[in-house]
């Protein structure tokens, strides 16, 4: 009888023990409730937006080289620390030092109309200064560089050229206006520049029409003059063509101090989970740290570093251990040079890094909508099909399109995907490079939900590659 038990019982054990994995494996959550997860986390937590709170008010504008830019640097360092990522490191980089000096001051004068009047202007990023007595001369409209060409030199030489295309409003998406209208502030100087032009001003990269001057970079290139250039407000710039039309020889003045200073040494700041699996196997995931001076970089790309060190952060709540590497990278100086992007894509190169995705949000921390994405038909087709788990949380978009301009130097490196987060983007413009790039202008739930969306697809590119 004793011995009889003792068999049964061995039995028994015997059987649980070899269900006990198909029962593990039926118990085990399923994409669809992990992915809840993280989206119930990221909407009742705040410790992102309270880190974008300090980023923004307590550091503030980040512009490369900066010591705000070294002291972004730091810290986002010791807040992924905290985390107790399996890595955290700096990429030393080499970045542009350009600065904007005082206000810039732009005015009209001996106007037929309204006799001297100012209006709202801001350096172009890299542009030279007009020394301390400014800039006067009288102003030739065009709308762009067709325009411009059959001027000819007599017509521009020691004149102000006044770009003054508008974006086209047509388009729905409003990145295809920008994409319109920007090479006019990339370009505009050096074409107005190789006529003799005195001068540039460029109609602000915006939708609407603001009082607020957009800055943005723009480009010299060696053997042509490098000449002042600044971003003139939409309604200072509707107002400059309307007295144009009434006083074709009146004159505008303006004054700036910016200047280009040497290189100053910067960082990449990197976190990243180790796979279980395949570590070998990477998915980036990031933004840009770096911002221009004119506000605080909320927007840009403040949310977009934040919901980066989000990812990380739900990863490590949840539990959740990748199968692949996943990997938060804070970008230095894309706005003025893509210098961080440039080295981190070496750096990659060199040590034989194999990137499986890379995802790069800097549209804006506002509604999600989708991802674009550079790659293979068939690294599409395999993002499609994730989104019915996708789209009940608004992320419905899926196309080829751009993926991102610092993970852009990655492109080539064995079959990366590169995916650009795509929120909504009626609103981005009206704040993209200007003063009121502010926390304010943030909203939480809306960051939180991009947050996690990003974090899902990254979830489910570890799971199951691309």
Not at 72 to 97: G, I, K, S
């Amino acid at each position: 009888m004793r011995t009889t038990r003792k068999l049964r019982y061995f039995l028994i054990a015997a059987a649980t023990a070899f269900t006990l994995p198909a029962v593990a494996q039926q118990q085990a959550p399923s994409d669809s409730v992990i992915i809840r997860k993280l989206y119930s986390e990221a909407l009742t937590s705040t410790e992102s937006y309270e880190n974008l709170r300090y980023l923004t008010k307590r550091i503030g504008a980040r512009l490369s080289g900066s010591p705000q830019a070294a002291a972004a640097v730091e810290w986002t360092r010791q807040v992924m620390q905290r985390l107790d990522l399996d890595t955290v490191y700096l990429q030393p980089v080499m970045v542009p030092h350009w600065v904007r000096g005082d206000k810039e001051i732009g005015r009209v004068y001996n106007s037929k109309m309204i006799g001297n009047a100012d209006m709202n202007i801001a350096a172009l990023g890299a542009s030279v200064g007009t020394g301390k007595q400014g800039l006067s001369a009288e102003v030739v409209e065009v709308q762009n560089f067709e325009e411009l060409e059959k001027l000819g030199k007599k017509k521009v030489k020691g004149k102000i050229v006044f770009f003054n295309r508008p974006f086209d409003n047509t388009h729905v998406q409003t990145m295809a206006s920008y994409s319109g209208a920007v090479d006019q502030r990339g370009g505009g100087p050096v074409a107005a520049a190789r006529l003799g032009a005195a001068g540039v001003l460029v109609r602000s990269m915006a939708n609407e029409l603001q009082d607020v001057p957009h800055t943005g970079n723009t480009r010299y290139e060696d053997g042509v003059t490098k000449i002042p250039a600044a971003a003139i407000s939409t309604n200072d710039a509707e107002r400059l063509s309307s007295l144009l039309k009434e006083d074709p020889n009146l004159k505008f003045y303006m004054r700036m101090t910016s200047e280009m200073l040497p290189d100053v040494l910067s960082y990449n700041v990197i976190g990243e989970l180790k796979g279980t699996e395949k570590p070998d196997e990477i998915i980036a995931v990031g933004g840009h740290l770096d911002s221009w001076d004119l506000g605080e970089g909320a927007h840009d790309d403040g949310t977009g570093c934040m919901q980066s060190i989000e990812v990380l952060r739900l990863f490590k709540e949840l539990g959740i251990k990748p199968k692949r590497t996943v990997r938060a990278v804070l970008f230095m100086n894309e706005e003025n040079g893509l210098r961080g992007g440039i080295k981190y894509a070496e750096v990659a190169k060199a040590k034989g890094e194999k990137h499986v995705a890379a995802i790069e949000s800097d549209a804006g921390g506002f509604t999600p909508r989708g991802f674009s994405m550079e790659g293979s038909n068939a690294q599409l087709a395999k993002l499609k099909a994730w989104k019915p788990m996708l789209e009940p949380y608004g992320l419905s978009e899926y196309g080829m399109g751009h993926g991102g301009s610092d993970i852009g130097p990655l492109k080539g490196q064995g079959s990366v995907a590169l995916i650009g987060y795509r929120p909504d983007s009626q609103r981005y413009f009206d704040y993209h490079h200007t003063s009121i790039d502010v926390f304010e202008n943030v909203n939480r739930r809306e960051m939180q939900l991009g947050a996690a969306g990003m974090a899902s697809l990254v979830y489910l590119i570890s799971e199951y590659g691309l």
